[in-house]
C-alpha cells in the first residue's frame, strides 16, 4: 500500500488534488508499478518547486507577476567574461569568479533564464475545430492595445499590432498575411495568418485595400477591435530553436519586395540570427541573438536569397571576380521582383550547388569554390573543452603581414602556442633535424598522402613538395596547445571541418594610403621577392588590397573574427584576446560541429 499521508510544506494545490484523485483509483492489495511511480513524483519536492516556479511566471495576478530584469544574461556574461580578459589579477577572488562564470552547468541555468524571459513557454490556444456548423460562419473578436508594431501590407504603413495583412488573390478579401513573432498580435495568441477581416472598430473593410484599412488603423486611438473569420487547421506557430549565422548584409530599406519595410529585420555579415518562423517559404521571421526586443521581423528566406544571387551573376558575371557583396548578395544588381507578399518570380534553389572538389596547388586562382551561394549558416553553441584547443587559423592576402603576426604570437607563449612542422620531399641538410624546422618524406610517400587527402594545404617549390597535415594539427590541439596556423587562403575549405573546428582570423590592410605609411615607416620587407630584400612597390601595395578584397568576397563566409592589421602590437593584443575568448567562452560554430 503506497503512504499518500507524507505531507510537504507548500505543496501546490493542483499537486494535491492530483494525489487525492489516485488515493481514489489506487487498488487496495496491489496498487501497480506506474501508480507507485505517480505517487512518489507527485510527492517529490523536485517536482513541486518547479510547480512552484511555473506558477511564478505565469501567475494571473498582477500583483503576483514574476518579471525578468533582462533577458539576455547569457551575453551580458560574456560581456563580463571579456571585461575580465584585460584584468592581470591572480587574487583568488579573481580566479574564483573566473571560474564560475565558465563553467557549463552555470552558463546553462543562464540560458534557461533567458528562455524563459524570451516566453518561449507561451502556449496558444487549439485550432478551431473543423467539423463546426457549415451554415453558420465563426466570428471571433479580438481586442489589441495600439502600439509601436507593423501591421503593413502592398502600401507602406505605420507600426501598429504586429502582423501584416494582403488581399487574397482568389477571393478578394482583407487576410491576415502574417503575425510576426513577438508582437502584440501573436501575445494574445488569437490572430493567425490566413484570418479573414471583416471589420476594425466597427468599420467594414468590404470593398476596401490593405491601404483602406491601414488608414483606419492609422485613425484609430487605444483600444483597436478586429472583428475575424477564422483560418480553419491554421493555429499558431511555436518558435522554432534554429540560429544562423547572416553571410551577407541586409537592409530593408533597400529592398523594394519586402512586403513591409516597417517590419524589416536589418543585419550584417556574421550576426547570429534566431529563426523563429519559416512558415513563409520566401519572408522569414527572425530575431538577433541576444537582442532585448522580443518581436521579430522579415528577412529573405535562404531560397529567396540564393534566386536572387543566381539572377544577379546570370546578370552580371563580372561579380565573381571580387565586386563587393551589395545588399541581395555579392553583387547589388537588380532583382527580378515579385509584388509584395507574393512569391518572386525567379526559380529559387532547393539545395545550394555543389562545391567543385578538386586537389589544388598555391599556384592555382582562388576560384575554385566560386559555385558556393552563402546566404545562412545554421549554428550552435560550442563549449570549450578542457586541454583540447581550437587551432587559431590566421587568413589573409600575402604581404599582409600574417606570417608576422603568427611569429610574434608563437613567441609571446612557446609552450601555450605551438605550429606543426611542415611536411616536405626536399633533402635534409646536416644541421636540420628530421621533426623539428620540417618533417621529411620521400616524394612518392608525400604524392601518394596528397592524393588520399591527408593534407590541408600542400604547394610545390622549387622542385621540392611542402605541405602541412591534418594528423599534425590533430597532434598539437590534443596536446592541449593552441595550434596556430597561417595557411594559404584556398587551405580554408580543407580546414574548416568538424574534425579540426578552427577559429578563423581574416587579417586585413588598412586603407591603401595608411598601408603605405605604416608599412614604409616600419621599414617592412616585400614578401613578394624571396630572393632580394627590398621594401614594397606602389603595385604591391595595390595588389595586397585587390587580393585581400578577393579573398573576403570568396571566403568571408568562414570567418569567425577580422583583424585590421594596421598596427602589429595592437593586432597582436587582438589576437591574444581572440586565443582567450575562444578557450573560454561558448562561441557560435556550424551546427555540424556540436552534433
Request: glycine share 6%; net charge negative.
Amino acid at each position: 500500500m503506497v503512504n499518500m499521508d507524507t505531507t510537504v510544506e507548500n505543496w501546490d494545490p493542483a499537486l494535491t488534488r492530483l494525489l487525492a484523485s489516485l488515493r481514489e483509483i489506487q487498488p487496495k492489495d496491489n496498487p501497480g508499478e506506474d501508480i507507485v511511480f505517480l505517487s512518489e513524483l507527485l510527492q517529490s519536492k523536485q517536482l513541486n518547486a518547479l510547480v512552484h516556479v511555473h506558477n511564478k511566471i505565469v501567475a494571473k495576478g498582477k500583483d503576483e507577476k514574476f518579471y525578468p530584469l533582462l533577458s539576455n544574461a547569457m551575453q551580458v556574461t560574456l560581456e563580463v567574461l571579456e571585461l575580465l580578459a584585460d584584468v592581470s589579477s591572480v587574487a583568488a577572488e579573481y580566479q574564483e569568479l573566473l571560474s564560475i562564470l565558465q563553467k557549463p552547468h552555470f552558463q546553462a541555468i543562464l540560458c534557461c533564464h533567458d528562455a524563459i524571459a524570451q516566453k518561449d513557454y507561451y502556449p496558444h490556444l487549439p485550432d478551431v475545430p473543423s467539423d463546426a456548423d457549415e451554415e453558420e460562419e465563426t466570428v471571433k473578436i479580438v481586442q489589441l492595445v495600439k502600439s509601436d508594431e507593423p501591421l503593413g501590407g502592398a502600401q507602406s504603413a505605420e507600426p501598429i499590432v504586429g502582423a501584416t495583412i494582403k488581399t487574397d488573390e482568389e477571393t478578394g478579401k482583407i487576410v491576415i498575411a502574417r503575425v510576426m513573432h513577438g508582437g502584440a498580435a501573436d501575445r494574445s495568441g488569437l490572430i493567425h495568418a490566413g484570418d479573414e477581416v471583416i471589420e476594425v472598430n466597427g468599420i467594414s473593410v468590404e470593398s476596401k485595400t490593405p491601404a483602406d484599412v491601414l488608414q483606419i488603423l492609422q485613425n484609430s486611438e487605444g483600444t483597436i477591435t478586429f472583428k475575424l473569420v477564422p483560418t480553419y487547421g491554421k493555429g499558431g506557430s511555436r518558435e522554432s530553436k534554429v540560429r544562423v549565422r547572416a553571410l551577407f548584409d541586409y537592409d530593408s530599406a533597400e529592398d523594394p519586395y519586402i512586403p513591409c519595410k516597417e517590419a524589416g529585420l536589418d543585419f550584417k555579415r556574421g550576426d547570429v540570427l534566431h529563426i523563429v518562423s519559416q512558415d513563409d517559404a520566401y519572408w522569414w521571421q527572425a530575431r538577433k541573438e541576444g537582442d532585448k526586443i522580443m518581436r521579430a521581423g522579415l528577412i529573405p528566406s535562404r531560397a529567396l536569397q540564393e534566386g536572387r544571387i543566381i539572377h544577379e551573376r546570370q546578370a552580371d558575371p563580372q561579380t565573381l571576380d571580387g565586386a563587393k557583396p551589395g545588399m541581395c548578395g555579392p553583387s547589388a544588381g537588380d532583382c527580378a521582383a515579385p509584388t509584395p507578399c507574393a512569391a518572386p518570380p525567379l526559380l529559387p534553389c532547393k539545395t545550394a550547388p555543389k562545391v567543385k572538389k578538386i586537389i589544388y596547388d598555391i599556384t592555382e586562382n582562388d576560384d575554385f569554390d566560386r559555385e558556393l551561394i552563402p546566404t545562412y549558416e545554421e549554428v550552435a553553441r560550442l563549449y570549450p573543452r578542457s586541454g583540447r584547443c581550437r587551432p587559431l587559423v590566421l587568413a589573409g592576402a600575402p604581404g599582409v603581414g600574417r606570417d608576422e603576426l603568427r611569429r610574434r604570437l608563437l613567441a609571446s607563449a612557446p609552450d601555450k602556442f605551438v605550429t606543426p612542422p611542415p611536411h616536405t620531399s626536399r633533402p635534409q641538410k646536416a644541421h636540420e633535424l628530421n621533426g623539428k624546422e620540417y618533417i621529411f618524406v620521400s616524394r612518392e610517400q608525400m604524392e601518394k598522402d596528397i592524393a588520399d587527402g591527408k593534407f590541408i594545404e600542400h604547394g610545390e617549390y622549387k622542385g621540392n613538395l611542402y605541405g602541412t597535415t591534418a594528423e599534425s594539427v590533430e597532434e598539437i590541439v590534443n596536446s592541449g596547445c593552441v595550434c596556430v596556423l597561417a595557411p594559404h587562403w584556398q587551405a580554408l575549405k580543407m580546414l574548416r571541418t568538424p574534425r579540426l573546428r578552427p577559429y578563423v582570423v581574416f587579417v586585413k590592410p588598412p586603407p591603401l594610403p595608411r598601408l603605405v605609411e605604416t608599412r614604409t615607416n616600419a621599414h617592412a620587407r616585400s614578401s613578394f621577392d624571396s630572393e632580394n630584400s627590398r621594401g614594397f612597390t606602389e603595385e604591391e601595395f595595390s595588389e595586397i588590397i585587390r587580393s585581400s578584397n578577393r579573398i573576403s568576397y570568396h571566403y568571408g563566409y568562414m570567418f569567425d573574427e577580422e583583424i585590421v592589421n594596421e598596427d602589429l602590437a595592437t593586432s597582436l593584443t587582438q589576437l591574444l584576446r581572440a586565443s582567450w575568448r575562444v578557450q573560454s567562452e561558448p562561441l557560435w560554430v556550424p551546427v555540424s560541429w556540436v552534433q
